[in-house]
């Protein structure tokens, strides 16, 4: 309905006339007005006669469109909203039961490996230069190279080593390292192989096969099923679960080479049911190597770093470039029990202790 103004009465102008507001009145203004309402009518009588002389197929044929035009937005309406809460229940439910997405990106703001921010090489500059404001720029080139050049780096590398989040340039790579890379560690940790292990057997009584211990994450795989226990993730230590293996914990502390002020430190005991394939995948960085302790390893057990496979040994340390392609499986009997490792990230052997400091700076947990 469109309201009209009619014109004013003889009685109605001398009311105005007597009104304080018709001082500033200027009879243009008036004569606009009236030009308006002329306007106006002419546009209503327009629309009235073009309306008569449609015929019924286009009337019929807008009718059709408008009722099509209100089922779409109300179906629109009713479905949209179940979508997302269908998701928010899902997630909501795996946080619950401790699982994580493993491998799949799982876009946590606290996932060093999921959370792909813009503008990261800014950030990771503008860390470098604020740790050398304070220190120094000696011992820096490295790592302003990889900064620099970033983008380039993980373009450009090979499918076999595609670091997911840092690439430090010109350091030696293989898939597989010795065990004098990083000796005095590997040593340590396998003279308290029975400390560890022990640790474990009082921690894996727990499980049952209704839920999952607190303390435990189970992380997807394509099939079978693979829990881990962590004292130290991305950096971070786990104060509850370190009170629950005390003497591993202190070990940790003994330790040379091991990462821990930094996101991309981690300590955790990992275990493969039977049956149990992890998706082949990328580690985030190449400064680091991965460590695993055997504490048990049934056979038909495999890791393949790189497209090379090795075997794990109880006791024995492994040591490997997470940042190749590589993939674990357990294809034992149910009756072998799960495969087992302390599983430790150590410095890379050809990173200098100037760039570790400055590595721990720039990658400090929450920075």
Known sequence: MVWVPLSPTSSDRRALLRAPSTTTMSLEWLSDWSWSLDGLRDFIATGIQSFRDCDATALVAVACLLVLFVWYCYHVGREQPRAYATVNALMQSAEANGVQNGFVYCQSPECVRCSHHDGLNQKLYHNLQEYAKRYSWSGMGRIHKGIREQGRYLNSRPSIQKPEVFFLPDLPTTPYFSRDAQKHDVELLERNFQTILCEFETLYKAFSNCSLPQGWKMNSTPS????????????????????????????????????????FG????SVLSPGTVIAEHYGPTNIRIRCHLGLKTPSNCELVVGGEPQCWAEGRCLLFDDSFLHTAFHEGAPEEGPRVVFMVDLWHPNVAAAERQALDFIFAPGR
Do not use: H
Request: glycine fraction near 10%.
């Open 224 to 263: 079978g099923e693979w829990f881990t226990f962590y004292l130290v993730n991305q950096g971070m230590c786990v104060p509850r679960n370190c009170r629950r293996c005390p003497r591993t914990y202190r070990l940790l502390g003994s330790l040379r080479t091991c990462i821990g002020n930094n996101v």
């Open 266 to 269: 981690n300590a955790c005991i």
